[in-house]
């Protein structure tokens, strides 16, 4: 049951983590204007980015009880600081350099300031180990409050009109899912996968999608809040039908350290094959983009591991 349960919780993260290469890629052509088609392009975009975030934090709050068991609210703070914060600070500043050193090849363009605006001003993607470390320091102030209560407070923070802070916005935006990740953990888990649920729930989810965006007409993806749930539960259910499968598998126990390091190699990726070999094929940019961009991780982290380095992905002391 707790191996099957694992497999599933990892699975789940494998999917996500290409869904967040695939988009970041997606991303990165279309700035380099290789993508001619708006259309398609906003389309395929809001369709991943309407879920594949939320599904993250909803996955976080799975495991925030057995936090709190484990660790005393500052001890948890504490590990929390040195497991998110430490690497957001690294990673960010790593991106920083690399973005300046090469600006002539990327997307983006950066200066040294904006390392010491990390404090309130995070970066894509690394904003998210900051809004994660938020969001367990929002729990811990109200551990004392009743789940139903924290639940209530999370609807709050989601219906705040838009604050133009962006460390405020994504905390508001996305504390909800990781608060239901941790009041339906027990339930998902009790739950039988049916193939039936898969041919019902993702017609419903582009339907919901579909309201949303040409109906409803909401502008901001991140207020695509029943696609959003949707969407993660067609992931869930997907990995509990899905057994024994070890690449799935791989990726999910890799997953941190692909979200950490993918950036890297897809824009290293695009640019060797635009700057240096002229290529502008989109179907071969999205292949070697997302394939590079979840091996490439892997493979660092092998000869991390192997040469016994310290320093990169936790706080070594």
């Given at each position: 049951?707790?191996?099957?349960?694992?497999?599933w919780?990892?699975?789940?993260?494998?999917?996500?983590?290409?869904?967040?290469?695939?988009?970041?890629?997606?991303r990165?052509?279309?700035?380099?204007?290789?993508?001619?088609?708006?259309?398609?392009?906003?389309?395929?975009?809001?369709?991943?980015?309407?879920?594949?975030?939320?599904?993250?934090?909803?996955?976080?709050?799975?495991?925030?009880?057995?936090?709190?068991?484990?660790?005393?609210?500052?001890?948890?703070?504490?590990?929390?600081?040195?497991?998110?914060?430490?690497?957001?600070?690294?990673?960010?500043?790593?991106?920083?350099?690399?973005?300046?050193?090469?600006?002539?090849?990327?997307?983006?363009?950066?200066?040294?300031?904006?390392?010491?605006?990390?404090?309130?001003?995070?970066?894509?993607?690394?904003?998210?180990?900051?809004?994660?470390?938020?969001?367990?320091?929002?729990?811990?102030?109200?551990?004392?409050?009743?789940?139903?209560?924290?639940?209530?407070?999370?609807?709050?923070?989601?219906?705040?009109?838009?604050?133009?802070?962006?460390?405020?916005?994504?905390?508001?935006?996305f504390?909800?899912?990781?608060?239901?990740?941790?009041?339906?953990?027990?339930?998902?888990?009790?739950?039988?996968?049916?193939?039936?649920t898969?041919?019902?729930?993702?017609?419903?989810?582009?339907?919901?999608?579909?309201?949303?965006?040409y109906?409803?007409?909401?502008?901001?993806?991140?207020?695509?809040?029943?696609?959003?749930?949707?969407?993660?539960?067609?992931?869930?259910?997907?990995?509990?039908?899905?057994?024994?499968?070890?690449?799935?598998?791989?990726?999910?126990?890799?997953?941190?350290?692909?979200?950490?390091?993918?950036?890297?190699?897809?824009?290293?990726?695009?640019?060797?094959?635009?700057?240096?070999?002229?290529?502008?094929?989109?179907?071969?940019?999205?292949?070697?983009?997302?394939?590079?961009?979840?091996?490439?991780?892997?493979?660092?982290?092998?000869?991390?591991?192997?040469?016994?380095?310290?320093?990169?992905f936790?706080?070594?002391?």
């Open positions: 049951m707790m191996k099957k349960k694992i497999d919780v990892n699975y789940s993260k494998a999917i996500g983590i290409i869904l967040v290469v695939f988009g970041h890629v997606w990165g052509i279309n700035a380099k204007g290789l993508l001619t088609n708006n259309f398609a392009f906003l389309l395929i975009d809001d369709l991943v980015y309407s879920f594949h975030m939320p599904l993250f934090f909803l996955i976080s709050g799975f495991f925030v009880s057995n936090s709190f068991s484990k660790y005393n609210n500052k001890d948890l703070v504490n590990k929390k600081a040195k497991t998110l914060m430490y690497t957001y600070f690294v990673w960010s500043t790593v991106q920083i350099l690399v973005n300046i050193i090469l600006s002539n090849y990327t997307n983006n363009s950066t200066d040294f300031w904006a390392i010491l605006k990390l404090v309130y001003l995070p970066i894509s993607p690394f904003w998210y180990l900051y809004s994660l470390f938020l969001m367990y320091l929002l729990y811990v102030f109200t551990s004392s409050i009743n789940i139903k209560l924290n639940l209530f407070l999370s609807i709050i923070l989601y219906l705040v009109p838009n604050t133009g802070i962006s460390l405020v916005e994504n905390l508001f935006n504390y909800i899912y990781f608060v239901l990740g941790s009041l339906f953990f027990n339930f998902i888990v009790q739950y039988n996968e049916r193939v039936q898969l041919f019902f729930s993702i017609p419903l989810f582009f339907l919901s999608f579909f309201i949303y965006k109906i409803l007409k909401v502008d901001d993806i991140r207020f695509y809040f029943i696609p959003a749930i949707i969407g993660s539960i067609i992931v869930f259910n997907l990995s509990k039908v899905l057994s024994n499968n070890k690449i799935l598998n791989l990726l999910g126990n890799n997953s941190l350290i692909i979200f950490l390091l993918h950036i890297f190699f897809t824009a290293g990726t695009r640019i060797f094959l635009f700057n240096i070999l002229g290529v502008s094929s989109v179907t071969l940019h999205l292949f070697l983009g997302l394939i590079i961009g979840l091996i490439g991780p892997i493979i660092f982290n092998y000869f991390y591991v192997k040469l016994n380095l310290k320093g990169l936790v706080y070594p002391f």
